[in-house]
C-alpha cells in the first residue's frame, strides 16, 4: 500500500547536535512539506518543496534545513541553531497536476526531544 | 499569509450529543480541509470543501462552507467516544504555491 514514512517513531538528541528525520512516500506525489506541532499550536510549516532540486521556507524555517534530490524522499535536518527543537514533527505529501488541489497526506510523525 | 481562527479551543460533550466546531479564515479559502488526529499520531483526513455553500458528509460528521468562502463548520451528530481528538482544519491560499495553513486546532473530550 502507498503511503508516507516517517522514521524514526522517537528520536532523542543532545543539545547541540545536528539530527536527521526522514520522511519517504511512494505514492509518486510532486509536493512534500515537514510541519511542527507543539501542544496549543496547531501545525507550523517549517519547509515545503513542490519539485526535486527546489524547496521554500515555510513560516518557522530557521533552524531547519531540507533536501530534495529524490522525489520519494524529503529529509528533514534539525540544526543546533534552532532554539527549541523538541516537538512532534509530521511530514505531508500531495499530487500536484494542473492546479487541481488534491488531498494531502499524512506520515505518523517523529517525536524530537532534546535533552 | 492566511490566518484560521478554530473555535472552541476544547469541548467536552456527553456521549450522544450533538456537536459543532467553527474555523473562520481572513482571506477567501480556496481549498478548506478537515482532519483529525489522535494525540501524538498523524492526522486523518475527513473532508475537503471547495465551493462556497458546499456540504459535505461522511458517517455522523458533517461539513459546510460558507458561501463567501471565510468559514467552515464542522458538525457532529450523536457523538461517541470514537469521536474524541483533536480537529484541525486547514486551508491553501491558491495560486500557484500550494501549501497548507492550519488552525491551531479543537481538543474534543466525548464522555461516555
Known amino acids: 500500500d502507498g503511503g508516507i514514512t516517517q522514521s524514526p517513531k522517537y528520536l532523542f538528541r543532545k543539545e547541540g547536535q545536528n539530527v536527521t528525520l526522514s520522511c519517504e512516500q511512494n505514492l509518486n506525489h510532486d509536493a512534500m512539506y515537514w510541519y511542527r506541532q507543539d501542544p496549543g499550536q496547531g501545525l507550523r510549516l517549517i519547509y515545503y518543496s513542490q519539485i526535486v532540486n527546489d524547496f521554500q521556507k515555510g513560516d518557522i524555517a530557521e533552524g531547519y534545513s531540507v533536501s530534495r534530490e529524490k522525489k520519494e524522499s524529503f529529509p528533514l535536518t534539525v540544526t543546533s541553531a534552532q532554539k527549541n527543537p523538541t516537538a512532534f514533527y509530521l511530514c505531508?505529501?500531495?499530487?500536484?497536476?494542473?492546479?487541481?488541489?488534491?488531498?494531502?497526506?499524512f506520515g505518523s510523525g517523529t517525536r524530537l526531544t532534546v535533552v | 499569509s492566511q490566518e484560521l481562527e478554530q473555535s472552541p479551543q476544547s469541548l467536552i460533550v456527553q456521549e450522544g450529543k450533538n456537536l459543532t466546531i467553527n474555523c473562520t479564515s481572513s482571506k477567501t479559502l480556496y481549498g478548506l480541509y478537515w482532519y483529525k488526529q489522535k494525540y501524538g499520531e498523524g492526522l486523518i483526513f475527513l473532508m475537503m470543501?471547495?465551493?462556497?455553500?458546499e456540504e459535505k458528509s461522511h458517517e455522523k460528521i458533517t461539513a459546510k462552507l460558507d458561501e463567501k468562502k471565510q468559514q467552515s463548520s464542522l458538525h457532529i451528530t450523536a457523538s461517541q467516544p470514537s469521536h474524541a481528538g483533536i480537529y484541525l482544519c486547514?486551508?491553501?491560499?491558491?495560486?500557484?504555491?500550494?501549501?497548507?495553513?492550519f488552525g491551531k486546532g479543537t481538543l474534543l473530550t466525548v464522555n461516555p
Open positions: 470543501l471547495q465551493k462556497g455553500g
Open positions: 505531508a505529501s500531495r499530487m500536484q497536476a494542473n492546479h487541481h488541489v488534491y488531498g494531502y497526506t
Open positions: 486547514g486551508a491553501d491560499g491558491g495560486g500557484s504555491n500550494y501549501k497548507l495553513t
